[in-house]
């Protein structure tokens, strides 16, 4: 069952109640507080570009719990070595425009709209939304953003334009944020690849509990820097 929402609408149901597929509600508005309240509990926007607002609290979720880091043998050289380098917040822009743009297999990457994108750079501005960039002599290879809560990560979206720079910059990511008191990335879906990094699933129920014990932790609501 999903919910229709009018567009002056304050809250959400309950994130339990939404349907087998994940779909919570319909409608509502697309602007900072809205989102900061959907991610607060779990929701997020997933919709195409012209169509209507659609919310989702997918379950069983995809988490990953920083201890449970998985490096490969095959990423020690890239870690070891200087083929990458890595930063954080200094290019925010230009990586949603390459999650928006770089192709997907299945996906064609309208579902990060324009109206989404400046919610989402606002709240970058503000402290809540941060990237991490990945270069290649000086070229921007890869990336990933997402929203920082209390001591949540709610992991959006991530591009890669060479091999293993997405899987590079995600491990530099956890691990920065391990260090930080993070305890917990939230992944939203299912895919071999995060599977391989250590993420596992656990049920909507589960995940709620998560976000409850995570409504007083304190966050880091500024610029971040390596």
Same mark, same amino acid.
């Given at each position: 069952?999903?919910?229709?929402?009018?567009?002056?609408?304050?809250?959400?149901?309950?994130?339990?109640?939404?349907?087998?597929?994940?779909?919570?509600?319909?409608?509502?508005?697309?602007?900072?507080?809205?989102?900061?309240?959907?991610?607060?509990?779990?929701?997020?926007?997933?919709?195409?570009?012209?169509?209507?607002?659609?919310?989702?609290?997918?379950?069983?979720?995809?988490?990953?719990?920083?201890?449970?880091?998985?490096?490969?043998?095959?990423?020690?050289?890239?870690?070891?070595?200087?083929?990458?380098?890595?930063?954080?917040?200094?290019?925010?822009?230009?990586?949603?425009?390459?999650?928006?743009?770089?192709?997907? &297999?299945?996906?064609?990457?309208?579902?990060?709209?324009?109206?989404?994108?400046?919610?989402?750079?606002?709240?970058? #501005?503000?402290?809540? $939304?941060?990237?991490? #960039?990945?270069?290649?002599?000086?070229?921007?290879?890869?990336?990933?953003?997402?929203?920082?809560?209390? &001591?949540?990560?709610?992991? !959006?979206?991530?591009?890669?334009? %060479?091999?293993? $720079?997405? &899987?590079?910059?995600?491990?530099?990511?956890?691990?920065?944020?391990?260090?930080?008191?993070?305890?917990?990335?939230?992944?939203?879906?299912?895919?071999?690849?995060?599977?391989?990094?250590? $993420?596992? %699933?656990?049920?909507? $129920?589960?995940?709620?509990?998560?976000?409850?014990?995570?409504?007083? !932790?304190?966050?880091?609501?500024?610029?971040?820097?390596?």
């Amino acid at each position: 069952m999903s919910y229709f929402l009018p567009p002056k609408v304050d809250f959400f149901p309950h994130p339990l109640t939404s349907d087998d597929d994940g779909l919570l509600a319909i409608g509502s508005r697309l602007d900072e507080e809205t989102l900061l309240l959907a991610y607060r509990f779990g929701i997020f926007p997933w919709t195409s570009e012209g169509q209507e607002l659609l919310w989702w609290y997918t379950h069983p979720r995809c988490i990953l719990l920083p201890e449970d880091l998985r490096i490969t043998k095959s990423m020690r050289p890239y870690l070891n070595g200087d083929k990458f380098e890595w930063t954080i917040d200094t290019a925010f822009r230009e990586v949603i425009y390459n999650c928006r743009s770089t192709s997907r &297999k299945g996906q064609d990457g309208t579902w990060l709209f324009p109206e989404l994108m400046d919610v989402m750079i606002s709240l970058h #501005e503000r402290g809540v $939304a941060h990237s991490v #960039e990945v270069w290649a002599d000086s070229e921007l290879v890869g990336g990933l953003y997402g929203l920082s809560m209390g &001591k949540i990560f709610f992991g !959006e979206s991530m591009f890669a334009k %060479t091999s293993n $720079a997405s &899987k590079y910059g995600f491990i530099k990511l956890v691990q920065w944020l391990e260090a930080r008191g993070f305890w917990l990335i939230d992944c939203q879906q299912r895919t071999q690849h995060l599977l391989s990094l250590g $993420a596992h %699933t656990v049920s909507g $129920a589960v995940f709620f509990e998560l976000l409850k014990k995570n409504v007083f !932790e304190s966050g880091h609501i500024h610029k971040w820097k390596k």
